[in-house]
């Protein structure tokens, strides 16, 4: 019996860097879902101390990573891409979902894992730009899921969720008009910034000038997903700005639901 | 070493009289005084021999201003007017000190205090297998000269202390409260050399934004105060909470332990910073003294320590902050002794000399001691990390500070002469009231324009632009945010964050601080921020009886005994009130000479102290925060108004400073305190705020704008015995101990029976119209204003001022 359970255990690797800050949150929330998450050092898979292939699961938390020095992401992104990229590649076409959060947004973008996953060529199709006010900013936005994405991680939301970002680089820009016609057509853009009504707006609406309000965008599979805001931040009702207001019943957070997605994921694919 | 006739670089003291001895002390920027310089020429006569760079270097460092609190220790003749003189046996043994010990002795089992004064960081309980350390530091001088860089280290300085407290804690929030100039002040009036008010908020903000953000630690609580005299030397206070395991607690080193440095590279920058921090600015003060930050760098060192003190593999640590490895070391190794090889650290660039290294300031290095067969494990998890970690010396039972540089011995200091060798200083201080003019009040009839005036006024508008800088939801922990109500825009009085996800419990926090009120006497100063400090916890739901507090003085020149009366008047405010509250002080740090010469003569900060609070609640559901919740619920006003207008935001904005500063009176406030947290308790308050700069009608503003619901007052309710019949008074008054809240008309009879006997007025109720009316005592309209003015004229960016 114990050994069925053990086999039913989902690992969870949450990917570290130097500068990456928001394992601790990410590893409760995957913990919450029902995972057990493991902090995986990226040094630990390049020295082959702990290998991509044993987690069912990947997250790249927020944070910055070796300081976002030559841009957001940038340099995390080229050593997952060129000195990791066969690893993610037998992970991706194994079916295992990958989420990356902010920090972990731009280096999905910047490897060219986002918006389409192909091995080898690795083209960066978008980006994550400074911020339209120009500085980093913290604040509470609603997100609207996307129902016709193939997204397995908004599986079940179906109302704007509450889940606040904190970033200074976080707009979405396309290579080109083409580019973003495919993201927009193939419906792979998984959230949009909307006031609490769901309706689209201007500043502090849409947080920082994203084309098309973009708030998160997964690959044609809909099991890479990336996204700006901070889904981790929202797992308990009290994490949410206006709780005190509220004291409804419901004592979870809105974003909770995306990890438990996953892990579903997972669950049904052992 | 004994006998030997020179160690290193010989500098010849031995034969100088007392003013070369000076002299040499200037022109080093040693800031040693001439008795201090005399008791370093004794102390090398006896050992024979003239001293080297080196130990000259490490002796001004260990006996810096800000290494040793010299002037908290001194023996202080204090005169005050019309009383006769005192003998101070040490402000901080007499007062700080001495209060802490009454208050846990009161407090008997349930004392909560771990660690106090010790340890780089005072660490409270959190539960029963966890502690909370908390530290608060300033970086003046460094964020006048660059405030970008001062900023960032500042707030990189005090989280490696929080590192360094017991074997290690993880930081998990930050707090930084600055003193700026006000950012419209004339450029033409600007003193030379001094960098413009509106460039060092927006240096400093970014500095604390790019060094806390990068780190990953929530910046959760601040607060700015404005005032002219801050032009020269703006006040940066930084500080970090960390949480620690209690059995991670215990620490000391022991002879024979290896002593490893883990972190960044030793380079030349921040030579002096010890020292230098107790020398006046002026026009041509070197910013080299200033060092350089880089937060990637430190959170790969938190990462590796908080791992190794997790796998049992450290002995002792402790940072590298004012002073280095000369500082880290000859603290940590002063019971035992330590021999330290420089070679061995690895360095930005070379040739450094040896004192250079031994006491650069490089920012992001920790020392650790850990018994040498560890090493190896140590430095697998430094490897992952990618941080560098090497074995700098070791711990010994000499006694003596050994250095030594590529085979030659360049330092051998008695560790008892370098911390015990200090001759305690001799002051005078003074104090005597200040005649100043009292505050008339101007204001009849309609006095809305005054509170739109006070809401828009650089102390008491809104710091969003700063707040949303900062990342305060990193961790996941902000239970209340800076920033609450329906559009998160309301202030609140305090933050409360969850260190610890899965334990249940969290941590509130608050701070009080006013500059004008130490203008026209420092000890009611002490005691209202103290107050006020406690009265932001007790605000969100904190127990007062539970509270913590760490003190942060910042002073100009301890040299003129008016000022130095002046620190006497706070501390003993401090004493008084922190027992009176039976709020211990944990921790504490003390800054002096900020102050900037100029030609027509020195512009000194006015009498600073920053109190921090900190309170553990044993569960998150009881909280409480400042909007408004809902209309047709009844307004009560908690404690009693006096006419105190002196310091207050009123009698600023009339350009005034007044004299009838707000008094503490803890046998009123304390009572009330604990009855309005059991009525937390019971849910019985929707919300509450309290009472601080811009009294009454700010408050009131500022709690109907975050709920976006009106409110109507009535002042004919005030409470009985309060005879005053001025409006504006009641409205703009600072009085402390008062707080304003909002309860449910189904609440009331509960409410107010657990209120009765103490001061409670129903004032008035939130209403649907959005909207703040308030009738005078005289029936007549007394503020009028719709929230949406109320909004513009509170609005106001920080930022892009």
Known sequence: ??????????????????????????????????????????????????????????????????????????????????????????????????????????????????????????????????????????????????????????????????????????????????????????????????????????????????????????????????????????????????????????????????FENAVQLCKDSL | MNGAKTVGTPVEILELGDKDLVRLSQDHLW????????????????????????????IAQTWSEHCKHKVFSSMIEYQEQGKD?????????????????????????????????????????????????????????????????????????????????????????????????????????????????????????????????????????????????????????????????TKRMKKGCRAGDMLVAIGGRTGRDGLHGATFSSLDLHKDTPTSTVQIGNPIVEKKVTEALVRARDEGLLRDVTDCGAGGFSSAIGEMAKEHGAVVFLEKAPLKYSPLEDWEIFLSESQERMVAAIAPEHFNQLKKICQIEEVEVVSLGQVTNSHRLVVWHDGQVVGDLAMSFLHKGVPRQKRKAIWQPKQLPQCEVVSEGNVTSVLLQ?????????????????????????????????????????????????????????????????QIDPYWMAGSVIEEAIRGLVSVGGNPDRVAILDNFCWGNPDRPELLGDLVRAAKACHDFAVAFGAPFISGKDSFYNQYQTDSGPISIPPTLLISAMTVLPSEECVVSMDIKGTKNHIYLLGNTRVELGGSIYAEIQGRLGCDVPKVLPEESL??????????????????????????????????????????????????????????ALLFSESNGRFLVEVSHSQQQKFERLMSGLPCALLGETVEDASLKVVGRTGEVAIEVALDDIERSWKRSLWTS
Not at chain 1, 165 to 183: S, T, Y
Not at chain 2, 40 to 58: A, D, H, I, K
Not at chain 2, 479 to 505: F, M, R
Not at chain 2, 686 to 711: Q, T
């Open chain 2, 31 to 58: 800031a040693l005084s001439r008795d201090e310089m005399i008791a370093v020429q004794e102390y090398f006569r006896t050992e024979g021999r003239p001293p080297s760079r080196l130990e000259m270097e490490v």
């Open chain 2, 671 to 728: 009572p009330l305190m604990r009855v309005l947290h059991r009525a937390i308790e019971q849910n019985l308050v929707r919300s509450c705020h309290d009472l601080s700069e811009g009294g009454l009608a700010v408050a009131a503003a500022e709690m109907a704008l975050a709920g976006r619901i009106g409110m109507s007052l009535d002042l004919r309710s005030m409470p009985e015995h309060s005879s005053i019949e001025q409006d504006a």
């Open chain 2, 454 to 518: 006070a809401l828009h006024s650089w102390n008491v508008c809104s710091r969003e632009t700063i707040i949303r800088q900062y990342d305060h939801e990193v961790r996941g922990g902000a239970v209340l945010k800076p920033l609450v109500g329906t559009c998160a825009d309301g202030p609140g009085d305090a933050s409360v964050v969850k260190a610890v996800l899965d334990k249940p419990g969290a941590i509130a926090i608050a701070h009080g601080i006013n500059v004008r009120y130490g």
């Open chain 1, 1 to 258: 019996m114990a050994r069925v359970r053990q086999k039913k255990e989902i690992r969870a690797a949450v990917l570290r860097a130097a500068g990456t800050n928001c394992d601790y949150e990410t590893g409760y929330a995957l913990t919450l879902a029902g995972a057990r998450p493991v902090l995986v050092h990226v040094r630990e898979l390049l020295d082959g101390i702990k290998k991509l292939n044993d987690y069912h699961l990947l997250i790249i938390p927020g944070g910055f990573s070796y300081g976002d020095d030559l841009g957001a992401g940038k340099l995390l992104a080229n050593e997952v891409r060129y000195l990791l990229g066969e690893e993610m590649t037998r992970f991706v076409k194994a079916g295992k979902p990958v989420l990356g959060i902010c920090n972990g947004f731009q280096v999905l973008v910047k490897a060219g894992f986002l918006p389409e996953f192909q091995p080898g060529e690795w083209s960066q199709e978008m980006s994550l730009v400074a911020n339209d006010s120009a500085r980093f900013e913290c604040r509470w936005t609603f997100l609207k899921p996307n129902p016709k994405s193939p997204c397995v991680f908004t599986q079940g939301i179906t109302e704007p969720i509450p889940v606040p970002i904190a970033h200074g680089e976080g707009k979405v820009v396309f290579r080109d008009a083409l580019i973003q016609e495919q993201v927009v057509n193939n419906n792979l853009v998984a959230f949009q910034y909307v006031d609490s009504e769901g309706n689209a707006g201007p500043y502090p609406v849409n947080p920082n000038g994203s084309a098309w309000d973009i708030a998160g965008i997964c690959d044609p599979t809909g099991r890479i997903l990336g996204m700006m805001p901070h889904p981790e931040r929202h797992v308990h009702q009290w994490q949410h700005p206006w709780w005190t207001r509220r004291r409804h019943n419901e004592a979870r957070g809105a974003g909770l639901r995306i």
């Open chain 2, 85 to 245: 003189s005192e003998l101070i046996d040490g402000i901080f043994h007499q007062y700080i000190a001495q209060a802490t010990r009454t208050v846990r002795q009161a407090k008997g089992s349930d004392d909560y205090c771990v660690s106090v004064f010790l340890d780089n960081a005072g660490v409270i309980s959190y539960d029963k297998d966890c502690c909370v350390a908390f530290k608060v530091e300033t970086h003046n001088h460094p964020s006048a000269l660059e405030p970008y860089g001062g900023a960032g280290t500042g707030i990189g300085g005090v989280i490696r202390d929080v590192l360094g407290t017991g074997l290690g804690a993880r930081p998990c929030f930050n707090t930084d409260i600055f003193c700026f100039a006000p950012p419209d002040w004339p450029y033409d009036k600007l003193p030379e050399g001094v960098l413009h008010p509106r460039r060092i908020l927006r240096g400093v903000v970014s500095g604390v934004r790019d060094y806390g953000n990068r780190m990953g630690i929530p910046t959760v609580s601040g607060g700015i105060q404005f005032d002219e005299k801050f032009l020269g030397n703006p006040l940066v206070y930084c500080g970090t909470a960390g949480v620690i395991p």
